[in-house]
């Protein structure tokens, strides 16, 4: 019961934050995405690299920073800053390509090295891109789009959850081999609570601007890439043994934990949206 309070909690607080980050302004934007970017990037080096490459993951995480920061003011004020501004963000990138060569690892040691490159693909990437979501081609700030995003990846895992425990616990499995406990019934359950949701905010426009059929398609998609994304997380947590990739939310484990899936399923959803012309 302690548990489960901690947990009700701390989840209601995280979605406070999630919700001033996103509703207040850009520079709360800015600051919660930051954060984040930085907290998972070391939870996913600490899980995959443990006491390795101390310095050259200090500038991985800066090169992410870097990345963030570069695309936000390119987003932000397009008539100031030209989009090539952000290929400086490749000079800490350097930096740390250039340390490999002054690590004293054997070949096992330096093969790990590779996940400082991940860790930037996998995260800092995907954050920056967030930039694209909440700033419009003028540089008009508006969250509103995001938390649409983020309101269907929830309605997808309570969906997946729900379904999952009613009709899943003795199902087929879902990938087994990767998370045990995700069955089919949980996957396509999470997939109609989504598209459930696309649908109902389509008749907000101040969350989805868009028709049905593309409110639908959309969500449908970005429950797709966001199973995808936990699994993606899940395969990393089993092959370097641990349960979570952090403990900074207290019941729910790491950032990393609560944004797996919304790491895939916003860039996802981002790139639905402009080749539809609709972003």
């Known amino acids: 019961m302690k548990n489960f309070w901690i947990r009700n909690i701390s989840g209601i607080c995280f979605l406070g934050i999630v919700l001033a980050a996103l509703l207040i302004n850009k520079w709360c934007f800015a600051a919660f995405e930051l954060f984040i970017l930085v907290v998972m990037m070391k939870e996913f080096y600490k899980m995959t690299l443990g006491k390795h490459f101390r310095y050259s993951r200090f500038f991985a995480q800066l090169t992410g920073v870097l990345l963030f920061c570069l695309v936000f003011l390119v987003a932000a004020w397009p008539a100031r800053y030209s989009i090539k501004l952000v290929a400086v963000a490749l000079v800490p990138m350097l930096a740390v390509m250039a340390g490999s060569l002054y690590t004293k690892e054997d070949k096992k040691g330096f093969g790990l090295f590779s996940n400082l490159y991940t860790g930037l693909l996998y995260i800092a990437v995907p954050v920056a891109l967030s930039n694209l979501i909440v700033f419009k081609n003028a540089g008009q700030f508006s969250g509103s789009l995001m938390l649409a995003f983020f309101i269907i990846i929830w309605c997808s895992d309570v969906g997946a959850y729900t379904f999952g425990m009613l009709f899943g616990r003795n199902g087929k499995k879902l990938f087994p ?83 797996d899936s919304a790491i895939f399923a916003m860039p996802v959803g981002a790139i639905y949206l402009i080749l539809a012309g609709l972003l």
């Open 177 to 259: 081999s990767v998370s045990p406990k995700k069955s089919w019934a949980g996957f396509w359950g999470g997939l109609v609570v989504a598209m459930v949701a696309g649908g109902v905010m389509h008749l907000f426009p101040s969350l989805l601007p868009y028709s049905l059929v593309h409110s639908l398609v959309l969500a449908a998609l970005m429950n797709v890439a966001g199973v995808y994304g936990d699994l993606f997380e899940s395969q990393w947590k089993r092959v370097c043994g641990v349960k979570d990739s952090g403990s900074i939310i207290p019941g729910h484990g790491g950032l990393l934990d609560r944004f």
